[in-house]
């Protein structure tokens, strides 16, 4: 078992950045490649992006590309998704979530996905 659990949401204007940062407990964190997922309200949820377990390979959605960075810390068992240049379409509640496989985080499909945290809400204002 894995716990997750996200923190840094808020509100900021569009053009802001914001961190974001998962917790994770239980066992072994670098096991588990991780990945950030939204959900906007009235949409389904959608992949935002992927590390590695080693934290080596990363992946974004095109709607991100140059604008969030994922990074992790196997130390502190935590993945953080800075999100930079924020637009008001950004604005959603924001998911980590932890599967054994990179490649079933790339797929994209949230299916695929071991674990979930509870989400933190982001709201960028125009």
């Known amino acids: 078992q894995v716990q997750l659990v996200e923190s840094g949401g808020g509100l900021v204007q569009a053009g802001g950045s914001l961190r974001l940062s998962c917790a994770a407990s239980?066992?072994?964190?670098?096991?588990?490649?991780m990945g950030w997922f939204r959900q906007a309200a009235g949409k389904e949820r959608e992949f935002v992006g992927a590390?590695?377990?080693?934290?080596?390979?990363?992946y974004y959605a095109d709607s991100v590309k140059g604008r969030f960075t994922i990074s992790r810390d196997n130390a502190k068992n935590t993945v953080d998704l800075q999100m930079n240049s924020l637009k008001p379409e950004d604005t959603a509640v924001y998911y980590c979530?932890?599967?054994?496989?990179?490649?079933?985080?790339?797929?994209?499909?949230?299916?695929?996905?071991?674990?979930w945290g509870k989400g933190t809400l982001v709201t960028v204002s125009s």
């Open positions: 979530a932890a599967t054994p496989n990179y490649g079933t985080v790339v797929a994209g499909t949230s299916t695929g996905m071991d674990y």
């Open positions: 590390i590695s377990r080693r934290g080596l390979s990363t």
């Open positions: 239980g066992r072994s964190f670098s096991s588990y490649a």
